[in-house]
């Protein structure tokens, strides 16, 4: 794992950017895993400056997204698929084909699931995943007690979850129960990894995730096993490290 501290949130999302950048610069058809949340907002601002610069082009990128909440239609405002429009794709040049985010929608599950896996590899798999943590040590929405084993998939959140996510909503009873995400092993396919996290509340998961034992408990644990990961921490992140 390479770590890398940096002074604050800024600094982080210009970084992540730049891993980006620089990334499509030498592979236009690059295949980017993307993450939600707060935590890369920073990250998608700087990217759309970037292009309004005429520095990087996503005419032919393509892009998969980390996981949806379920039973979220597409033009609901607190779907990632909002989320998605509103922060990044509407503001770049990308082409509307090549964005993939899971369906929170769809009755069969399984095969929703099984196709984006699949849409995944005839892609050529995933060049540069960015991922976000949540506070229990989830990746995309892997909550603890997870199945290192499994692909895209049906998730139950976990109540830390549901609680830390309620900020987006009107109230907690409104935040979904259950989301469609990538699994661990979609992630640790990916070529290269970044993780991001910013701000106190990170700390101990950060720790946990660099430094704990690896297990199903801690999600993000794994990384530790996977050949190119790169965190990026304002200095608050990286406390307890
Ligand atoms: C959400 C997302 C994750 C994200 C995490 C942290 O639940 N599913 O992909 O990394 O929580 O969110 P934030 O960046 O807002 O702290």
Redesign the pocket.
């Known amino acids: 794992m390479e770590l890398l501290v940096v002074k604050d949130y800024e600094e982080m999302s210009k970084k992540a950017a730049a891993i980006i950048a620089s990334q499509v610069i030498i592979k236009p058809n690059s295949v980017l895993g993307l993450?939600?949340?707060?935590?890369p907002l920073g990250m998608y601002k700087e990217l759309i400056k970037r292009y309004k610069e005429n520095e990087v082009d996503f005419s032919k990128v393509k892009t998969f997204n980390?996981?949806e909440y379920y039973g979220l239609t597409k033009d609901n405002i607190q779907s990632y698929h909002f989320y998605m429009m509103n922060n990044f794709f509407k503001f770049i040049n990308i082409d509307s084909n090549n964005v993939n985010i899971p369906n929170g929608t769809y009755n069969d599950i399984e095969e929703n699931c099984l196709n984006y896996e699949r849409k995944i590899k005839e892609s050529g798999g995933i060049d540069v995943q960015v991922?976000?943590?949540?506070v229990n040590g989830?990746?995309?929405?892997n909550e603890p007690n997870v199945n290192f084993e499994a692909q895209t998939h049906l998730v139950n959140l976990d109540e830390k979850?549901i609680k830390s996510?309620a900020r987006f909503f009107n109230s907690i009873d409104e935040v979904p129960k259950q989301a469609i995400s990538m699994g661990i092993k979609t992630i640790l396919q990916s070529r290269k990894i970044i993780l991001l996290a910013n701000g106190e509340a990170k700390a101990e998961a950060i720790y946990n995730t660099v430094k704990g034992k690896i297990s199903p408990e801690v999600p993000s644990s794994i990384l530790q096993l996977h050949q190119n990961v790169t965190i990026i921490l304002d200095e608050s992140a990286a406390k307890l490290l």
């Open positions: 993450a939600t949340g707060d935590t980390l996981d991922l976000g943590i949540g989830h990746i995309g929405f979850t996510n």
